[in-house]
């Protein structure tokens, strides 16, 4: 009825707090009369104005049922002093906040240029994104292999897509950064690509299903920083399937041309 729980009452027993008014010899329930109960509701209301347990014992042991003006001046005095140091935190904690997620955002995004580059590639509508390691491992890399290209060091591939997102019958190209062209097939053809001096470059952490969150975030970044689209956006693949088991630990790069507003 107070709302206390029994290891409560068999503290506050003990402390001399609020003693039963009877004790059952053969089950050991406590029982208290309505007074007590007002005793119970009264230790409960100085506990939320922060009054000790020791300084209700000490005020009831007085004779007294509320504390008296200048205990009750302390109280508000100390209340104003933690108030000023919580703020204080509260200030300090949002800043601190503030600070990691600019640092976060940071690291997560950043504006590179892209330089131009000699590209191997491959268009084609696939299923799924489940779909791309397929068709990395058993068309484009033979045709690759076959047709003797040579990748450039640091090795440099990445996805455009060409329809907006949608998880099935994604129209994709593949492209993957070469030293020189090399004669075409009907699998793979060979192209220059341009510079681009100014690219938003946002990391992507885990499966190819979720491109979709991160171009959605990247694009809100790109609205609230003033970016305009300038070109066709990349998913460049970092860690994949080829040296990292765990899809939730693959790491991807959206590249996003930009123009300054």
């Known amino acids: 009825m107070c709302q206390v729980t029994v290891k409560t009452l068999r503290h506050y027993e003990k402390i001399g ?3 039963p008014n009877e004790v059952d010899a053969w089950t050991g329930y406590r029982y208290y009369d309505v007074s007590q109960m007002q005793t119970l509701l009264n230790i409960r209301r ?3 104005m922060g009054f000790s347990l020791d300084e209700i014992l000490d005020l009831f042991a007085a004779g007294y049922i509320n504390p008296s003006q200048e205990l009750i001046d302390e109280k508000i005095a100390a209340c104003r002093t933690e108030l000023d140091m919580l703020q204080r935190r509260l200030h300090d904690l949002l800043a601190m906040r503030q600070w990691i997620d600019k640092i976060s955002m940071m ?3 950043e504006i590179q240029s892209l330089p131009e580059i000699i590209v191997a590639y491959h268009r084609e509508v696939i299923p799924t994104y489940d779909d791309l390691g397929r068709l990395c491992y058993e068309k ?6 076959r047709l003797g290209c040579k990748c450039a060091q640091p090795g440099y591939c990445f996805t455009v897509e060409y329809n907006e997102y949608r998880p099935t019958n994604i129209d ?3 492209c993957e950064q070469v030293e020189e062209m090399m004669p075409e097939s009907d699998i793979l053809k060979f192209k220059v690509l341009p510079a681009i001096p100014k ?4 990391k992507h952490i885990g499966r ?3 491109f979709y969150e991160s171009f959605v975030e990247a694009f809100q970044y790109m609205e609230q920083h003033g970016y305009k689209l300038a070109g066709q956006p990349r998913t460049s693949y970092v ?3 080829w040296n990292q088991e765990d899809p939730d630990k693959w790491l991807s790069v959206i590249q996003i041309p930009v123009l300054s507003s």
């Open 172 to 174: 994709i190209e593949y």
């Open 140 to 145: 484009i890399g033979p045709e690759m292999m």
């Open 107 to 109: 690291d997560r995004f």
């Open 239 to 241: 860690d994949g399937a």
């Open 199 to 202: 690219a938003l470059c946002m």
């Open 46 to 48: 100085l506990k939320m």
């Open 208 to 210: 190819y299903d979720k």
């Open 17 to 19: 707090l609020l003693v």
